[in-house]
């Protein structure tokens, strides 16, 4: 069962976090079923980017972004080259190490 390796985050995960995922589930599905809450603004529907993450390892395993995630990407804060958006970067058969940004566009949070 692969990994995801989340690095520490002052909100979501403050310590770090090693989570078992499942191959074929996304990485925010993964967060979400350990009790990290990446936020959502869009019910995982690839429509926000509040749930942007840095794959750091791994991301080669992903399958790659389609158009409508690299458009929404666009608008990310601190957007880099291994940026994805967790509600759609399903995870494959390799570790993953994952780090969430510090911040996100989102104005209005749902409290997920």
């Not at 804060?77 to 995870?91: D, F, H, I, K, T």
Request: hydrophobic share 40%; glycine share 6%; net charge negative.
């Amino acid at each position: 069962m692969p990994q995801i390796i989340f690095l520490p985050h002052a909100e979501h995960c403050p310590e770090g976090a090693v989570v078992e995922a499942v191959a074929g589930e996304t990485v925010l599905d993964a967060a979400l079923r350990h009790g990290i809450d990446i936020e959502h603004a869009c019910e995982k529907s690839c429509a926000c980017t509040t749930c942007h993450i840095v794959v750091r390892e791994g991301f080669a395993s992903l399958e790659p972004s389609d158009e409508l995630e690299d458009d929404m990407l666009d608008k990310a804060w601190g957007l880099e080259p291994q940026s994805r958006l967790s509600c759609q970067a399903q995870v494959a058969d390799k570790d993953l190490v994952v780090e969430i940004p510090k911040y996100t566009i989102n104005q209005v949070s749902e409290g997920h």
